[in-house]
């Protein structure tokens, strides 16, 4: 029998020491509650340190579980429940809780079958809880983190051959359903044809990985929409059966779109939406390398800056947009259009001969001719200057292409503007405006070796005889090494793209004052020099005239400056120095060519300049054009009332000369009047006028004893 008692007693005693469970013993007849002392020390306190009161446990547990775990025993010792099972929190002796699962139950009961005696086991489960917590934690998160993707989950079942949609994923599809079971058929009813094969493949793909696939497909929705989405899928193993394939969808449409318009935009110029530079590299190397007769054209703006910088960037911007629809519009389907930056655009025409290539150029012509510019800039059209290259050779650098087209760009531009040039590989240096770069070195030697001649023409008042003025503007000329006087026309705008316009106003000022300084000192003329934009914004510049002036004995008086109207728009401040400079010095300065530019009389204001030349092509055709007589008397209008006097230039007919005169214009030059000549002549003659008037006065003088008439009137 003692074998049995140990079983009874301290063989369970010590089963239970071992799993760590406390036990409690509760007699209902005398209320008292035994304790063991593994129960004590789960809580921390040593044999014999807690009073055995039967309500000892409910004096520890925590105050928010003591309902239900009064509760549990009620319903079990009340016949409602099998057992008493409860979990609660008990204060252990250092402070902290411990959460325990009890469980129990009535182990005796009297004759009429009332409990008298309860027995129970509580564990401290108080690691299992914070698992528990952390679980929850994570699972709030990810359901967050889920909500916030707008993530949907779903998983199928491969023993049973089901899928399972939750809520997002059924929204995505757009699929009316209260439960997540779904037919294993209708994710493959959503499939967009073109992606249905790789869509598949993808989620049977989990079965041959460990590894997590990602798969972009579209679906049609029932209503006929398609969306783009993006699963991740991966395979899970069950023991017990085949497994099942768990996967996650998002909706991605949107981040497509992005996605598309990006590339869009990494393509095209966002002002105009033609292709930009790059892509239009792209394009014209693939074109080259497998195209026979291929096109390149190089479409320059006329006078955009001065629009821009005047109009300002909001009308230049509307200007662009308008000319790149207008040439877009022109294009056949074939040909691909580029913005390549500012007012530079660029076409490639595959399958192009000469013929088509000058019928294109025209159209493209008139587009930029007729573009509609907006209410600022209506004043005055846009004009382009278009350069052709025929690329034949398939080993040909787009860089290279372009350059040619580039060129002849430039020749367009030089032979006038508004006019296309098709690049010839066989041109040469100063006979058509190619090579630029060959003309601005020629021109830099030709300073040096004399080929670089001053040339002059004379300014008249009109109506009377240029003896009485004298003044005189002084043309650069170029004798090209064939012997051929090559126009400033050409060589000017190739100086300026090469940077040595400014070395070559320079070497002008300097001969010029050097040869003619005692003529200028004499009175015998003045002498007015054109200025390029370079040469404007040249900060040196008057420390540069003062010192030549200093050197040569020329008065500031006797010297002018021209800088054109839009070379004065384009470098404002410069401009607007220059100007002030040149007026407390007192020399003179005209705007040239005024009318070409974009500007409004408005302009005018902003620089009080002694003299404005009306740009010849107002006067040209002057006897025919009512246009250009009322452009010419505003012009005038203005200047009167601005103080400052009017040039009117290109006067090769008397009826422009007549009608030029009764307008009141003071001032004129043109053939009819002087053709350039070389400017020693004019001096030479200028000399001898003035000697014979001051002979003439001397003489007069020594007669009449009258004092000498005052010098020609010129606004201070
Ligand atoms: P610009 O300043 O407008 O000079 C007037 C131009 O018109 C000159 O051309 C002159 O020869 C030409 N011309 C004058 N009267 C008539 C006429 O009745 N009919 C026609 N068809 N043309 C006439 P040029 O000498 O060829 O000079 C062209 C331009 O080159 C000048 O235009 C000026 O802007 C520039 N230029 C000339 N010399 C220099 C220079 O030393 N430095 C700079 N920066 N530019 C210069
Ligand atoms: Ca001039
Ligand atoms: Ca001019």
Not at 653 to 661: G, K, V
Request: charge should be negative; proline fraction near 3%.
């Amino acid at each position: 029998m003692a074998d049995k008692k140990e079983r009874n007693g301290e063989f369970w005693e010590l089963a239970l020491d071992r799993a760590h469970l406390g036990v409690w013993d509760w007699d209902l007849r005398s209320g008292d509650c035994f304790y063991s002392a593994m129960w004590s020390q789960m809580l921390g306190y040593g044999e014999g340190e807690l009073a055995k009161t039967s309500d000892l446990w409910l004096q520890l547990t925590h105050p928010d579980d003591r309902e239900r775990a009064v509760a549990s025993g009620e319903r079990h010792i009340a016949g409602l429940t099998d057992s008493i099972e409860t979990e609660l929190r008990l204060k252990h002796k250092s402070g902290h809780w411990v959460w325990v699962l009890d469980r129990g139950g009535v182990v005796e009961r009297d004759a009429d079958g009332r409990p008298v005696r309860l027995m129970g086991v509580q564990t401290d489960i108080t690691k299992q809880k914070q698992a528990e917590a952390t679980l929850e934690q994570v699972n709030v998160r990810f359901g967050l983190a889920l909500a916030a993707s707008g993530t949907g989950i779903w998983h199928h079942d491969l023993a049973a051959r089901k899928s399972y949609w939750d809520k997002r994923t059924r929204e995505i599809f757009g699929l009316v359903a209260d439960t997540d079971e779904v037919s294993q058929e209708l994710w493959h009813s959503y499939l967009h044809p073109d992606d249905r094969a790789d869509a598949e493949r993808a989620h049977l793909a989990p079965l041959q990985t460990q590894k997590v696939v990602a798969v972009q497909y579209r679906i049609i929705k029932r209503d006929g929409e398609i969306r783009h989405v993006e699963s991740l899928i991966r395979f899970i193993a069950d023991a017990q059966s085949s497994g099942q394939i768990l996967g996650t969808v998002r909706d991605v449409t949107k981040a497509k779109q992005r996605e598309q318009e990006l590339a869009h935009a990494a393509r095209h110029d966002a002002l105009t939406g033609l292709l930009n530079r790059a892509a239009f590299d792209r394009l014209l190397a693939e074109h080259i390398a497998t195209a026979r007769r291929l096109a390149v054209f190089y479409v320059d703006l006329d006078y955009f800056k001065a629009l821009n910088d005047f109009a300002g960037h909001a009308a230049g911007d509307l200007a662009l947009k308008r000319v790149a629809e207008r040439i877009l519009g022109c294009l056949p389907p074939s040909v691909h259009a580029a913005r390549l930056g500012g007012d530079e655009f660029a076409l490639l025409v595959p399958d192009c001969d000469a013929a088509q290539a000058e019928r294109l150029a025209g159209a493209v012509l008139a587009a930029v001719r007729d573009a509609d510019l907006g209410s600022t800039a209506a004043s005055r059209k846009l004009a382009a200057s278009i350069g052709i290259a025929f690329v034949a050779d398939a080993n040909t650098a787009v860089a290279d292409a372009l350059a040619c087209a580039d060129d002849a760009c430039y020749a367009a531009k030089a032979a006038g503007r508004n006019r296309f040039a098709v690049f010839s590989p066989e041109a040469t240096s100063g006979s058509s405006g190619l090579n630029a770069a060959r003309l601005a070195a020629d021109t830099v030697d030709a300073m040096a070796d004399g080929r670089l001649k001053l040339f002059g023409q004379e300014i008249h008042q009109l109506g009377k005889p240029w003896q009485e003025s004298r003044h005189v503007e002084v043309l650069a000329r170029l004798a090209g090494r064939n012997g051929r006087l090559i126009p400033p026309g050409e060589f000017i705008p190739a100086a300026e793209r090469f940077g040595v316009a400014s070395r070559l106003d320079r070497w002008i000022i300097r001969t010029a004052l050097s040869l003619h300084g005692p003529a200028l000192k004499s009175g015998a003329l003045t002498l007015g020099f054109n200025l390029s934009a370079q040469t404007l914004s040249d900060p040196q510049l008057w420390d540069f005239v003062d010192a030549v002036i200093a050197e040569t004995g020329a008065p500031h008086s006797g010297i002018g400056f021209e800088i054109t109207e839009t070379a004065a728009v384009t470098n404002f401040t410069a401009a607007e120095q220059f100007v002030r400079k040149a007026r407390e010095r007192r020399c003179r300065v005209s705007l040239d060519d005024f009318g070409a530019g974009m500007s409004s009389f408005e302009y005018l204001r902003r620089f009080p300049v002694d003299a404005i030349k009306i740009d010849g092509s107002f006067i040209e055709h002057i006897a025919e054009s009512r246009f250009d007589r009322e452009i010419v008397s505003a012009i005038s209008g203005i200047a009167r009332s601005l103080g400052c006097s009017v040039v009117a230039e290109k006067i090769e007919a008397q009826d422009a000369l007549d009608i030029l005169a009764d307008m009141g214009i003071a001032f004129g030059q043109g053939f009819l009047l002087h053709r350039p000549e070389p400017l020693q002549a004019i001096v030479t003659r200028a000399i001898a006028i003035r000697a014979s008037a001051t002979q003439v006065s001397a003489t007069r003088a020594s007669k009449t004893r009258a004092s000498a008439p005052a010098a020609a009137g010129r606004r201070a």
